[in-house]
């Protein structure tokens, strides 16, 4: 019996889960995806009377008849690789990217998460939709490409509007890699928003904020962090500026109300893991921002003590025992 990780070579929360699942006596197969038709193989066989599939490495070999769980990480894309032309390495890339696709669709096992539900779970729109159902008070939100809506929306609240971006805010420029972090619109930024006409943008009311919580969900446990962001002008608007020497996180413990809100939305989108994100207020009033249905942990159990890959791991290994 295995665990199967699907992931890539440089993540560092595989890596710890790994760690744990296998000193609790547990194979664990670890499948980096961009090693696909490189390093690693595949045969699937399909009758009717069976269905089948085997990994290969040069080292060793998984049988979809020993999987019991699976963590799905971080896979990266599976690059075609040689002198090939564009045409051809499009077709290559799309095959082998289908055939991953449908392979964890049909593999009926216990998923941290399923791939098809966090891809659903990913949608902030829907997230909006969903979160006042279980009791989340959520900012006023305005996603538009119109810049005249957007002047309207930005001129409407007295603490001001922030704009943040629909994906990951990663851009590829000057031969690396920039990110765009949530920011406040300003008055002088209102001539200049002609610009949003080509791509749509977010904008949100400015919630005031007494501390952050990264709330990491596991199955019904819930790990809850303050993040003091407020108290450095670098993270006073995006705690993803990292300046950790000077922003302290702590074990917070939520409402019981909150906390049964926040294991109730990550089952409504049929996730075994997940980490929310939310503002309390100077108020005390909390307010959510977004859930990230394969979001990173590992920081926030360094910095705090919380035992959050043990609770992953434990799951993993409940699944394959």
């Known amino acids: 019996m295995s665990v199967l990780i699907v992931t890539n070579k440089r993540d560092p929360h595989a890596d710890e889960v790994l760690r744990i699942v296998e000193s609790k006596g547990i194979d664990v197969f670890r499948f980096n995806t961009e090693d696909f038709c490189k390093t690693v193989s595949i045969n699937l066989t399909s009758s009717n009377q069976d269905f089948a599939f085997e990994l290969r490495t040069p080292r060793r070999s998984l049988r979809s008849a020993d999987i019991r769980s699976i963590l799905y990480r971080r896979p990266e894309k599976a690059e075609a690789e040689g002198s090939i032309d564009d045409d051809s390495r499009r077709f290559v890339e799309a095959e082998r990217a289908a055939c991953l696709s449908w392979l964890w669709r049909a593999l009926d096992c216990f998923w941290v998460s399923r791939p098809d539900r966090i891809r659903v779970a990913e949608s902030k729109f829907d997230q909006l939709r969903i979160a006042p159902r279980f009791g989340f008070s959520v900012p006023r939100t305005l996603v538009t490409n119109d810049p005249d809506e957007a002047r309207k929306f930005c001129i409407e609240f007295q603490d001001g509007v922030i704009n943040k971006v ?3 805010g990663i851009v590829h420029r000057d031969g690396g890699l920039k990110a765009i972090y949530t920011r406040p619109v300003l008055p002088e930024h209102l001539p200049n928003l002609e610009s949003i006409r080509c791509v749509p943008c977010v904008f949100q009311e400015y919630i005031p904020k007494a501390l952050e919580l990264r709330i990491s969900i596991v199955g019904h446990q ?17 705690w993803r500026r ?10 917070y413990i939520l409402p019981a109300g909150v906390e049964r809100a926040c294991i109730d939305i990550v089952q409504h989108y049929g996730l075994a893991f997940a980490a929310i994100d939310m503002v309390v207020t100077p108020q005390g009033d909390f307010v959510f921002l977004e859930l990230n ?3 990173q942990w590992l920081w926030i159990e360094r910095l705090t003590g919380q035992p959050i890959s043990d609770a992953i791991a434990d799951m993993l290994v409940r699944a394959a025992a």
């Open 293 to 295: 249905p394969n979001g």
């Open 166 to 168: 629909l994906s990951t």
């Open 242 to 251: 990292y300046d950790l020497e000077k922003t302290p996180h702590a074990v």
């Open 222 to 238: 819930v790990f809850a962090a303050a993040i003091y962001s407020q108290m450095t002008e670098r993270t006073k608007h995006d």
